[in-house]
């Protein structure tokens, strides 16, 4: 399957998160507090195991998190058992955690569709809001987050 990368969503149409109230469980048992990611540039993709477009831009996804985990957030959510994302992510060799909600996600999150893949802003704008698998490694996405990173 051929992705194309995800494309930005008009500046006057851009919806800002409405709080960061929102505890999350990674696949090692820690609590991340969304809090911690106000201020920075954040990447959430809502995926599961068992979804095929999911599964499709995993390998983009992975790829852009080793080349940005050190300069943007990346909270990767699914609602499955710890067990089925551990071995998922072990049999595929991701670098990545992934986390389950512990607490319901802040609008104007929607993960009623899978996968869904928000960018987020310093300022807390959503810029990226895609559903349906994508390229995340190509050079829109990276320029994107490069200039966002410069804000």
Request: aromatic residues 12%; negative net charge; contains cysteine.
């Amino acid at each position: 399957m051929a992705l194309i990368g995800p494309s930005t969503v008009a500046e006057d149409k851009r919806e800002q998160v409405a709080h960061y109230n929102w505890e999350l469980i990674s696949d090692t048992g820690d609590v991340y507090n969304f809090n911690e990611a106000q201020g920075k540039v954040v990447l959430i993709n809502f995926w599961a195991t068992w979804c095929p477009p999911c599964i499709a831009e995993m390998p983009s996804l992975d790829a852009l998190y080793e080349s940005y985990k050190d300069k943007v957030v990346f909270l990767f959510v699914s609602n499955e058992s710890q067990e089925t994302i551990s071995n998922f992510i072990t049999k595929n060799n991701y670098g990545f955690k992934v986390h389950t909600p512990k607490t319901a996600y802040p609008k104007p999150f929607d993960a009623s569709a899978i996968p869904r893949t928000y960018v987020i802003d310093k300022k807390g704008f959503i810029v990226i809001d895609k559903t349906g698998a994508a390229n995340w490694n190509s050079d829109g996405v990276r320029s994107q987050l490069d200039d966002l990173l410069k804000d």
